[in-house]
C-alpha cells in the first residue's frame, strides 16, 4: 500500500500511520518536575536507539507535561507498559491538570528505593566508561519513600594512567544477591558487580 499522509488516501476507515509499525510497544513515561512534582503518561512514539551509549527518547505532540518535567530536571524515566497493566496505563493518558500525579490518581505504585540506588550505581558505571572519570567520595540525598529521588553530589576526577590503578574495571551492577534494607541509622545494600 502506497499512501500520502498529506491527501491521507489510503482508502481504511482509520489513518494506518501508527498501526504501520507493530506490534506497538508502549512507553510509559515518568518524569519529575523542579519542584518535585511527579508525572507519568503513555507515549507509543517512543524506542531504545542506541546501547552504547544506552539512550531512549519518546516524542511529544506538543509541550505535554511530561517534557516540560523532563526539560526542568533533564531527567525521565521509559518504563514498558505490559498487557496486565493497560488499564491504568490508559488512564494515566487523560489531560490532568499539571502538577496531578497520574501514579496516584490511578492508584500505581512508585518506583522502589532499590530499583533507584542500581540506576545510581549503573550511571556512575556509565559516566566512568563514557567520561572516564572516578570518583573517590560521594554525599547521597534520598527525598521520599514512595515515589523518592535520589540526588547525589560526587568528587573524582578523570582517569589517569600515570597516577590511578584500576584494581578492576566494573562492567555492570547486577541483580545477584542485591538487597536493600533499611537499619536504625540508614540504609544497607549489597551488591554484586561485574568486573
Ligand atoms: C497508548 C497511548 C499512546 C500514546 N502515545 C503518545 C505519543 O507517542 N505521543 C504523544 O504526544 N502522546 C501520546 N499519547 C497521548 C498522551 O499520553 C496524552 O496526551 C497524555 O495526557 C500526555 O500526558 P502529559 O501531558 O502528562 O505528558 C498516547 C496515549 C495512549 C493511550
Redesign the pocket.
Known amino acids: 500500500m502506497f499512501y500520502e499522509t498529506a491527501k491521507n488516501d489510503h482508502g481504511l476507515p482509520y489513518n494506518p500511520f501508527k498501526a504501520i509499525v507493530a506490534p506497538r510497544p508502549?512507553?510509559w513515561?515518568s518524569?519529575m518536575s523542579a519542584k518535585g512534582e511527579i508525572?507519568?503518561?503513555?507515549?507509543?512514539?517512543?524506542n531504545g536507539l542506541t546501547d552504547h551509549p544506552p539512550t531512549v527518547m519518546?516524542?511529544?505532540?506538543?509541550r505535554?507535561?511530561?517534557?516540560v518535567?523532563a526539560e526542568e530536571t533533564k531527567e525521565f524515566v521509559c518504563n514498558l507498559?505490559t498487557w496486565e497493566l493497560r488499564e491504568p496505563?490508559?488512564e494515566?493518558?487523560?489531560?490532568?491538570a499539571?502538577g496531578v500525579n497520574?501514579m496516584e490518581k490511578t492508584g500505581l505504585e512508585a518506583a522502589r528505593m532499590d530499583l533507584l540506588l542500581y540506576d545510581w550505581l549503573s550511571e556512575l558505571i556509565f559516566l566512568k566508561d563514557r567520561d572516564r572519570e572516578v570518583f573517590t567520595s560521594c554525599r547521597v540525598r534520598i527525598e521520599g519513600e514512595g515515589p523518592c529521588r535520589l540526588s547525589a553530589n560526587v568528587r573524582g576526577g578523570g582517569i589517569d594512567p600515570e597516577r590511578t590503578t584500576l584494581g578492576a574495571d566494573p562492567k555492570a551492577v547486577t541483580f545477584h544477591q542485591f538487597a536493600l534494607e533499611r537499619v536504625t541509622d540508614g540504609w544497607r545494600a549489597r551488591v554484586v558487580i561485574d568486573i
Do not use: C, Q
Open positions: 508502549i512507553g513515561i518524569a508525572n507519568l503518561a503513555p507515549y507509543s512514539f517512543f519518546f516524542a511529544s505532540e506538543g505535554k507535561d511530561s517534557v518535567f507498559a496505563m490508559n494515566t493518558s487523560a489531560p490532568f499539571r497520574e
